[in-house]
């Protein structure tokens, strides 16, 4: 079938089913003669009378119902089909390349993403544990998930979280022998898990306390050094020394008294995860629908 005849019988079938050529004009955008000029070249074409025309209506001739019966579903299923394929092109897809540290991956990316994932089977998300500031942009990294106050201000940044809290912690075993401190100075008399971490230039991580307006940053020793927060957990699940984590990360465990709290009234709160990206970055479906999903809408 030639490109001319496909558009003059959709031409045809419009005037057939309005049964008017102003209406069936109008639908298509064209004028009234036009349209008349196209369905009379068709008829031309193929030898036949297609339409009975009349001042006051439109209807088919036998010939005209025979093909506007024939043709008419043909061209709806096409019609179909060409919206299922646009439906499956607009269908959310891709892969989503995000970086967060441990403890953020497990506690706001998995649950977000065991809602979002089921319900989009073509969205593929890579999560990458890294504790340090990664350039997601030079990283061709899509998105990261930082506490808000080391978002930079040239990123959007979504909260995807409440404030975070800082908790100093150690097990009962740890404290049988020792005095709970009162005060983040006297933190220099026990033995502390320290942490390192690229953020810092590769140095020890100060540990940060704030009370009344007044901030201490305490440079604290111990005998174990690591680079995660899992393995800080477990070492003062272990009793080898006190850990500062955040709140979340160990609320079960003192809960269940397997850890201690101390120095609470020196932790207070501070802006919590967000989840941050380049400004110029144009969503996808796929990462606006991860947006919404880990979005933080307060309890």
């Given at each position: 079938m030639k490109r001319?005849?496909?558009?003059?019988?959709?031409?045809?079938?419009?005037?057939?089913?309005?049964?008017?050529f102003t209406r069936a004009a109008a639908q298509l955008?064209?004028?009234?003669?036009?349209?008349?000029?196209?369905?009379?070249?068709?008829?031309?074409?193929?030898?036949?009378?297609?339409?009975?025309?009349?001042?006051?209506?439109?209807?088919?001739?036998?010939?005209?119902?025979?093909l506007f019966l024939s043709i008419g579903p043909k061209f709806s299923e096409m019609?179909?089909?060409?919206?299922?394929?646009?439906?499956?092109?607009?269908?959310?897809a891709g892969t989503i390349r995000l970086t967060a540290g441990e403890y953020a991956a497990n506690a706001i990316l998995f649950p977000a993403l065991s809602r979002l994932l089921p319900n989009y089977p073509d969205i593929n998300v890579e999560v990458?544990?890294?504790?340090?500031?990664?350039?997601?942009?030079?990283?061709?990294?899509?998105?990261?998930?930082?506490?808000?106050?080391?978002?930079?201000?040239?990123?959007?940044?979504?909260r995807v979280s409440s404030d975070l809290r800082m908790a100093v912690v150690g097990s009962p075993a740890y404290f049988a022998s020792r005095k709970r401190p009162k005060m983040p100075q006297d933190l220099t008399s026990h033995n502390c898990l320290n942490l390192r971490l690229p953020t810092h230039g590769?140095?020890?991580?100060?540990?940060?306390?704030?009370?009344?307006?007044?901030?201490?940053?305490?440079?604290?020793?111990?005998?174990?050094v690591f680079n995660s927060a899992g393995l800080l957990l477990e070492g003062a699940l272990k009793g080898l020394g006190l850990a500062y984590l955040t709140e979340g990360h160990v609320q079960s465990?003192?809960?269940?008294?397997?850890?201690?709290?101390?120095?609470?009234?020196?932790?207070?709160?501070?802006?919590?995860?967000?989840?941050y990206y380049p400004s110029r970055r144009q969503p996808s479906p796929a990462f606006s629908l991860l947006v919404d999903a880990l979005r933080y809408r307060g309890k």
């Open positions: 001319d005849d496909a558009g003059d019988l959709l031409a045809f079938l419009a005037v057939a089913r309005e049964r008017s955008g064209m004028t009234q003669s036009a349209l008349s000029q196209i369905v009379r070249n068709l008829e031309e074409r193929i030898g036949v009378r297609l339409l009975n025309r009349t001042t006051r209506s439109v209807t088919p001739t036998q010939a005209g119902e025979r019609d179909a089909d060409l919206a299922a394929l646009s439906e499956l092109r607009e269908k959310p990458i544990v890294d504790y340090g500031l990664t350039n997601i942009v030079a990283q061709q990294v899509d998105a990261g998930i930082r506490p808000g106050e080391l978002v930079a201000k040239d990123m959007i940044a979504v590769g140095s020890l991580y100060a540990w940060e306390f704030e009370k009344n307006g007044r901030e201490l940053n305490v440079r604290v020793e111990g005998q174990l465990f003192i809960a269940k008294r397997q850890l201690v709290r101390v120095l609470t009234d020196w932790c207070p709160p501070f802006s919590g995860y967000h989840l």
